[in-house]
Every structure is written in structure tokens, then in C-alpha cells.
């Protein structure tokens, strides 16, 4: 079934669509959330109100490609998990002075395994976590994760400095040679 068709069937309240597009993309979804829920249990629940929404505002969802249907679902899930994350997290402020952006060579990127890395970035603090996968992995601007957090962009400058010097440490700690430019 053509993702339009199944899009049409779950607006009209078909459960058994709604299974199917649960089923097509939940996978991908959950990665996602694992990304920025450190807890399983937590990316779980994300998921699931994720699709939640998905299916109250899918009548409002005009249909275009497969691609930006993605794109629209991704959104929703990492709104709600920054919602759960502003709920519960706390985002430390930092004087702008503080804030002088690092980056890798991601050169490096190309020499580790997936798993390895996403391990690495799992085990960030929450806040380095979420603004690292903000910037780096979504392409958030400093300004929409300020707004999105509710923090200072020299905050979010901060949080991503400073993942990106503990992800170096924990690389070279693993043999791996990361430089700062």
C-alpha cells in the first residue's frame, strides 16, 4: 500500500492503518528518541505520544512525499522528547565569554561504528546530549535550540563545546585520534 493510501485510511480512523504506520516507522522513531531520552522506558513513552499527536493532526498533514512525511513525524518526536527534557532537565547556564565553538574533524567519524557512537553519545550529560543532537545530527541553528530549550544561544554554544571536548576524550580513551579544529 502506497504511503498516501495508508495516510488517508488513518485519517479515517482505520486502526488497523494506524498499525501499519506504526509499524513502518516506529523503529526509526524510537532511535530517534533514544537519542535524546537516556532511559529506554522514557523513549518509549515518547514514541508513543508521539503517534499520538501524529494521528490527532495527520488531518491537518497535507501529503507530499514519503520524505517529508518523515521529516514532519521526526519533528513531532523530538519536540515532545524536548518537552519531557525541559520538564524534567536542567539546562546549566554559562556567560556567553564561556561559549567558543570547537569543532571536530569528522574525518574520525568515518573510522568508528555506528553503535560506538551512538553509545558515546548516550552517555553524555543531558544537557551536552541534547543540544550535541540538536546541532550536529538535526541541524538546529544555536538560536532554535536556545528557543527550543529555552536557554541563551551562548548557552546552547556552551553545552555543544563542551560534548564535543568530552566525545574527544572519550575517543582517545578508546584509541581513537579526534582533533579539535
Keep these: 500500500m502506497t504511503l498516501s493510501a495508508l495516510l488517508d485510511r ?5 486502526a488497523k492503518a494506524q498499525r501499519l504506520l506504526y509499524e513502518r516507522y516506529a523503529g526509526r522513531l524510537f532511535r530517534v528518541a533514544q537519542r535524546y531520552m537516556k532511559d529506554r522506558m522514557e523513549a518509549e ?6 503517534f499520538q499527536k501524529i494521528f490527532v493532526h495527520l488531518k491537518k498533514m ?6 517529508s512525511t518523515w521529516l514532519w513525524m521526526k519533528r513531532i518526536l523530538v519536540n515532545e522528547c524536548l518537552m519531557e527534557l525541559r520538564r524534567s532537565a536542567n539546562f546549566t547556564m554559562v556567560p556567553e565569554q564561556e561559549a ?5 574533524d569528522y574525518n574520525i ?3 568508528i561504528a555506528a553503535e560506538t557512537i551512538h553509545t558515546l553519545i548516550a552517555e553524555l550529560p543531558i544537557g551536552y546530549r541534547t543540544v550535541f543532537n540538536l546541532v550536529a545530527l538535526e541541524g538546529y541553528s544555536h538560536a532554535e535550540v536556545a528557543e527550543q530549550l529555552q536557554i541563551s544561544e551562548g548557552t546552547s554554544k556552551s553545552q555543544l563545546n563542551k560534548a564535543r571536548q568530552l566525545l574527544q576524550k572519550k575517543l582517545q580513551t578508546l584509541g581513537y585520534a579526534a582533533h579539535i579544529r
Design 100 to 104: 567558543a565553538e570547537q569543532s571536530f
Design 109 to 111: 567519524i568515518d573510522e
Design 62 to 67: 497535507e501529503y507530499k512525499d514519503e520524505a
Design 45 to 50: 513513552d515518547r514514541l508513543v505520544s508521539t
Design 10 to 14: 488513518c485519517r479515517a480512523q482505520d
